[in-house]
């Protein structure tokens, strides 16, 4: 008899992929995008599910109901029933995350049978059949380390203040090789000082004030500004819609589409604003905390961090009020 293997991966474009090369087994696409919106601590993962589920269905980002979630969870509750378990993701945040959430998962829940990992530095939704072959020569049993960490890591990234994140920067993460590269990459979606703008916003305006003002260019322009790309168009469109809103939005554009729609041909200019915060006079801060969510952390006006990354240092801020002339 075949042996039976549940492969776990990060999404449907990935499956579809590891399917055409001809690896067997059933596949469950963990389908959720963790370094957007709340990931909050005291949840089980049932309860976190129907969290994921609503935001999700609110944003307009994918057709998922709390009804997706629950079959993935039954899923994944269901593991033991195969001979193998197959963990396939990428270097890149995106999926660094989900891999934390599913061996916190296993470490709580140990199954009877073996479970083995492969972390690929490339993406598997451009594989070819020939690199699948290649990736699977680095597969590997999960390891009791591999365990810790991610338990360790997954209650730091749902705690309800970063510092604990922060300070993986100087633990030892080489039992999961790419996680440093996530840690590091969460902390930078976080305001920097002097500007209030995470790396992926800093990047979009400064690209916009370039000339970049196409939404398709753009987003494949900040694409290669990534050592790891992990941002999908969905979300980028999401944070141009922030920072067009507002009493002083840093963007105009010339279409008035949902913020979960989109049109590679819509465009972007710079408001007065907008250059004031590129060039270091003033803050994005009220926007890119506005009800705002990363991992545990809320991030509010009275209560937010900024990431420094050139000194590698995490700040407690709140946003000063506007001097009385």
Partial sequence: MAERILNITNGDCA????????????????????????VPDGLDLTGLSVLRARFISERGWAPLEQADFEVRDAWLAQCGEYDRIRLWFEHD????????????WLAAHPPSVPVTLLTLDDYLGTAS????????????????????LAQVAWAAFRADTPERWAGLLDADTGALPFFDGAVRRLLEEYPQPHTGLSR????ALSLIGQGEDTFGPLFGEVQNTEERRFMGDLGFRWLLHNLSD??????????????????????????AK???????????????IRNRWIGGVHLRPDRFWEWDAATGRLQASTLRPAPVS
């Fill in 246 to 271: 507002g009493e002083e939005p840093l963007l105009v554009t010339d279409s008035e589409l949902p913020a979960w729609q989109v049109d590679p041909a819509q465009r972007f200019q710079l408001t």
């Fill in 129 to 148: 059949p020939e690199l699948v072959e290649r990736y699977l020569e680095a597969e590997r049993p999960v390891s009791a380390a591999q365990l810790g």
């Fill in 274 to 288: 907008g250059r004031l915060v590129l060039a270091g006079q003033a803050s994005a801060g009220d926007l890119m």
């Fill in 93 to 104: 945040l995106y999926d660094q995350l989900q891999l934390l959430q599913i061996l916190d």
């Fill in 15 to 38: 499956v579809e992929v590891l399917t055409r090369a001809g690896q067997p087994g059933d596949w469950l696409p963990w389908r959720d995008i963790l370094h957007e919106g709340p």
């Fill in 200 to 203: 992926t916003a800093y990047h």
